[in-house]
């Protein structure tokens, strides 16, 4: 069994704050930390240690040919569903064709480094809380009133998450941060 990867685009850190300090007056459950907060591209439940390096240049070589973006967030939902919410979410209102683009570049990157993505439709979103099969709609309505600042993407990282047992928040480790064009 290899390491559990993803890769992903961080919001800068003034817009994870802002976020943070949005969600901290809003007790009732455990959000997602400042430090953690990333749009996944990608989810590699499993990368063998012999791939890793073949992962990473492909992944260099592939976001590399798509120039740096604008993103925001606004917008909220919930998976599977507002009825029955097992994370609930912050949208993409600019740069959703570009995450799509880069997440399908990360994907075949992955796959051609002989490492299998999980095979779930891309929805470019950052996960904010994971409430445990509840109704979320009035969750949603209050993230809906969420808005961030437009920033530009110009790079992705290849993260480690490590799980840490029950009630505990996986650890997170940079692997890799690779440019987009220049």
């Not at 994870?16 to 953690?36: H, K, M």
């Not at 492909?58 to 917008?75: H, I, K």
């Not at 919410?85 to 075949?108: F, P, Y």
């Not at 439709?121 to 409430?131: G, N, Q, S, Y």
């Amino acid at each position: 069994m290899g390491s559990r990867m993803f890769v992903a685009v961080y919001p800068p850190e003034d817009v994870r704050e802002d976020l943070a300090e949005f969600l901290s007056v809003r007790p009732g459950l455990a959000w997602t930390i400042p430090e953690q907060m990333h749009l996944t591209l990608a989810f590699l439940v499993s990368v063998p240690d012999r791939t890793l390096e073949r992962l990473e240049e492909y992944l260099e070589e592939a976001v590399r040919s798509v120039t740096p973006f604008s993103c925001g967030l606004r917008g909220a939902g919930a998976f599977p569903h507002p009825d029955s919410a097992a994370v609930l979410w912050l949208g993409v209102e600019d740069g959703s064709e570009d995450l799509t683009r880069l997440a399908r570049k990360s994907r075949a990157a992955a796959n051609r480094a002989g490492v299998v993505p999980d095979g779930k439709a891309f929805h470019p979103h950052l996960t904010l809380a994971r409430p445990g099969r509840t109704n979320a709609t009035r969750w949603i309505r209050v993230l809906e009133t969420f808005s961030s600042r437009i920033w530009t993407v110009d790079d992705v990282h290849l993260l480690e998450s490590t799980l840490l047992g029950h009630g505990h928040r996986p650890r997170h480790e940079v692997v890799a941060s690779l440019p987009l064009a220049a």
